[in-house]
T-cell receptor, first 112, second 110 residues
């Protein structure tokens, strides 16, 4: 059974903390994505990676960075968390010649 | 990637067919139409995709107009569990950018 696993389902962090959101996929997919989802705004792409150590900015990269040191793992980093980064974060992966993307269950991050 | 537009929300009676439209008038020749849905508090789930022919699987049917400028996702016998947000997106099969619009919130009512 294919799987995209996000390290935490719920996370509470303080303003100014450095936050790591981890995502692992077991499908040997080249492409991995990080989205945030807020009420009324749908899914917005933050960053994606098309290969190890390769990344491209999505629609809303400000305040975020990413790391892809291994093919199966894609990390989203909030260098200094702020309250406006409180959101649901979703990770996805997709093969280079594949059709569907597979999503993790999401991490609901609250920054207080 | 082509921009898609969908109605914000729709209602459907349980047991009836749900027909969800999507406009993708700027779609290019190598872009497929994909449909996903997201049930509350879960990650989006793939439903179906197509290029120009109509497609059917165990979940739904996809009807694409001949000019490919619009499509309709059909859930033949909607159940309460089909209540979700449905996203229509258009991008190349081998493309790597994957962006979503606002989707249609489908409410299936008893």
């Amino acid at each position: 059974d294919v799987k995209v696993t996000q390290s935490s389902r719920y996370l509470v962090k303080r303003t100014g903390e450095k936050v790591f959101l981890e995502c692992v996929q077991d499908m040997d997919h080249e492409n991995m994505f990080w989205y945030r989802q807020d009420p009324g705004l749908g899914l917005r792409l933050i960053y994606f990676s098309y290969d190890v150590k390769m990344k491209e900015k999505g629609d809303i990269p400000e305040g975020y960075s990413v790391s892809r040191e291994k093919k199966e793992r894609f990390s989203l980093i909030l260098e200094s968390a702020s309250t406006n980064q409180t959101s649901m974060y979703l990770c996805a992966s997709r093969g280079q010649k594949g059709t569907e993307a597979f999503f993790g269950q999401g991490t609901r991050l609250t920054v207080v | 990637d082509a921009k898609t537009t969908q109605p914000t929300s729709m209602d459907c009676a349980e047991g009836r067919a749900a027909n969800l439209p999507c406009n993708h008038s700027t779609i290019s020749g190598n872009e497929y139409v994909y449909w996903y849905r997201q049930i509350h508090s879960q990650g989006p789930q793939y439903i179906i995709h197509g290029l120009k022919n109509n497609e059917t699987n165990e979940m739904a049917s996809l009807i694409i107009t001949e000019d490919r400028k619009s499509s309709t996702l059909i859930l033949p016998h909607a159940t309460l569990r089909d209540t979700a947000v449905y996203y229509c997106i258009a991008f190349p099969r081998a493309g790597n950018m994957l962006t979503f619009g606002g989707g249609t919130r489908l409410m299936v009512k008893p």
